[in-house]
């Protein structure tokens, strides 16, 4: 089933796009946890509960959809999404350094294998999603 998807994907790849986008909030919110634990992990010494590196997560969630949805609403200003994505970038960074009380060497590190791993988990779990939703459409 999956390689169908794929090769639909292939034969209209605009189509795969809009299902990605409208799928991105229900994408997001299954990452909430696998993000927090890759935080957990990452900041062991700190002993943090998991659940409040979860609650710090959906801060940052909340925020990046605010971003997305200025976003939105400023298609027409030019260069707007480069500026709001980088202050999500700026936030989200001076966030894990306030919260976890780093250096900022250090922070940037983990800030940028965080990112890394994020992004790892978010693009097999986007398709996934998407490809489980087409299912269920048909």
């Known amino acids: 089933y999956l390689f169908s998807q794929f090769v639909a994907a292939l034969a ?3 189509r795969m796009l809009a299902d990605l986008i409208d799928n991105l909030p229900v994408v997001l919110f299954v990452i ?3 993000y927090a634990g ?5 900041y062991r010494k700190r002993r943090r ?12 969630h909340s925020f990046a959809f605010i971003v ?10 030019p260069e707007s999404d480069s500026v709001l994505y980088l202050l999500l970038s700026v936030y989200h ?5 306030r ?3 780093d250096s900022y060497l250090r922070t940037t590190v983990k800030y940028l294998i965080q990112i890394w791993r994020y992004f790892i988990v978010l693009v097999p ?14």
Not at 50 to 59: A, D, G, K, M, S
Not at 68 to 77: D, E, K, P, S, Y
Not at 93 to 97: D, G, N, R, S
Not at 125 to 138: D, G, I
């Open 49 to 60: 509960y998991y659940v409040e590196n979860l609650v710090f997560v959906t801060h940052l």
């Open 125 to 138: 779990t986007s398709f996934l999603l998407v490809a489980m939703f087409t299912l269920a459409m048909v």
């Open 38 to 42: 890759i935080l957990s992990l990452m």
């Open 12 to 14: 209209d790849p605009s």
């Open 32 to 34: 909430l946890p696998v």
């Open 93 to 97: 960074f001076a966030a894990l350094k």
């Open 99 to 101: 919260y976890f009380q």
């Open 68 to 77: 997305h949805g200025a976003v939105l609403l400023l298609t027409r200003v």
